[in-house]
């Protein structure tokens, strides 16, 4: 059948647009649909303009720091709309850059929402397009329980662009993305409560981690309350927000923001129209060749349920297109991925936590370290750095790696590959450390914890 396109891909996120791409670079003839903005979730409203927002989060503290270092500064303030406006400019400049990379790989731009219509046919804004395959990338969406109060709640979508910069914010919820938002805006200067419904946020990190994360969020002023929930939510004659709590407490607020979850982005895609699986989650099910099972439709990214990371969907775009068009056999290795939590401090961690370690192997050692770092020796914070290592007593290979830290993520990066490289300890006792630096710590274990 003489078909439109060889691809049609829907969602021009990370995944998709790294798919479309590369499929096009091998010679195919493909399409790409957007219906809100070009780069997804990670570079409008998810990774970019988040770590934009912790860099200026955190000069609170360097201005605070740098007395113990002879700078003074008579008086500083924080200016939300320069920050916002700013921040809207540069994803702008990258909107901008990932429409000219598709142009110059020859991909087809069609804006609006793709609804698959049957296996080899998507309709965009009325008009339907044929293709031999069609790849769904069209990532998650924030999810907010239902909750009396719910339409005064923002979330991770709408935080970024706030009118009024809130002096006293709840943030609801225990993931990465509820830590690091109560971190940046506590550091920003609003009074931050954070509510989460379990024992301690974090689920699936390391719990010595989360323990030590625990305790130094809470030294920089964020309000941490654990195994509360919210019940109701009512705005006020001020425009103020009464959060009523599970304990029969309320906190007034000037905004709530939800980072309780996201879901997959289904509605309105035509799923209705063909033979494609669900998982129990409601995430789409696909094999290892990221195919449905509707053989003509793949998928990929955050949709499928999977690591819901960028560079992990950016691998996933890049290794559908080879096998697709460029005859190559390669599939992912998802073990030992590193990832960060870019809280303050930073979580950075590779491999298992101690608990999944401990589970898989009979002889565990530890290593770990809590320090405070040489430039807090006279800036005056309180704040320590852990760093861990735990390693198979049998074999001396290294499992997992840990740091709350500052800059946990960039020293994450290079002991991933070391990590992925099957590094030993012995490996790590063999490197020669880089001094005076926080990452030469975890070259310099040598006694095994005893707890």
């Not at 609006?112 to 046919?121: A, F, L, Q, S």
């Not at 879901?263 to 035509?270: A, E, S, T």
């Not at 006279?378 to 800059?407: C, F, P, W």
């Amino acid at each position: 059948m003489n078909y439109d396109y060889d691809l049609f891909v829907i969602g021009a996120g990370s995944g998709g647009v790294r798919a479309s791409r590369m499929s096009s670079s091998f010679g195919a003839r493909v399409a790409i649909c957007e219906d809100r903005y070009m780069g997804g979730t990670c570079v409008n409203v998810g990774c970019v303009p988040k770590k934009l927002y912790v860099y200026a989060s955190e000069y609170s503290n360097h201005f605070n720091e740098a007395k113990g270092f002879g700078w003074q500064s008579k008086s500083v303030s924080f200016d939300w709309a320069t920050l916002r406006d700013n921040k809207t400019a540069e994803i702008s400049r990258l909107n901008t850059i990932y429409d000219g990379i598709l142009e110059n790989a020859n991909v087809d731009v069609i804006n609006g929402r793709g609804k698959i219509i049957d296996p080899h046919t998507v309709e965009v804004n009325g008009k339907q397009y044929t293709a031999e395959r069609i790849l769904i990338a069209v990532g998650g969406w924030p999810f907010v329980p239902d909750i009396l109060g719910k339409e005064h709640v923002i979330s991770s979508n709408e935080v970024f662009d706030l009118e009024v910069f809130p002096k006293r914010m709840v943030v609801v919820g225990g993931g990465y993305i509820a830590v690091e938002f109560a971190g940046i805006f506590n550091g920003l200067g609003s009074q931050v409560t954070q509510l989460y419904r379990g024992d301690l946020f974090l689920r699936g990190f390391d719990n010595e981690v989360r323990d030590f994360a625990a305790q130094e969020i809470a030294k920089k002023g964020v309000d941490l309350r654990f195994n509360t929930d919210v019940t109701s939510i009512e705005k006020q004659a001020d425009g103020s927000l009464k959060v009523m709590l599970n304990d029969g407490t309320n906190i007034v607020a000037d905004a709530v923001l939800y980072a309780t979850g996201r879901k997959p982005q289904l509605d309105n895609l035509g799923l209705e129209n063909v033979n494609i699986s669900l998982t129990k989650r409601g995430y789409i099910n696909v094999n290892e060749q990221f195919q449905t099972s509707e053989s003509s439709i793949y998928a990929l990214g955050d949709v499928t349920g999977g690591m819901e990371l960028t560079p992990v969907a950016l691998e996933e775009g890049m290794t559908l297109a080879r096998a697709l068009y460029n005859n190559s056999s390669w599939k992912i290795d998802y073990s030992n991925i590193a990832t960060t939590v870019f809280c303050q401090p930073n979580i950075g961690t590779v491999g298992m936590t101690e608990e999944q370690a401990r589970a898989d192997y009979p002889n565990v050692v530890k290593y770990r370290s809590s320090f405070k770092a040489m430039k807090h020796s006279i800036s005056g914070s309180q704040e320590r750095t852990m760093m861990k290592l735990l390693v198979d007593g049998d074999t001396d290979k290294v499992l997992g790696v840990h740091m709350v830290g500052a800059d946990a993520g960039e020293i994450m990066q290079g002991i991933a590959i070391a990590i992925k490289a099957g590094a030993s300890k012995a490996d790590f006792d063999a490197t020669i450390g880089i001094h005076p630096t926080a990452a030469e710590e975890f070259v310099t274990m040598r006694t095994p914890a005893t707890d």
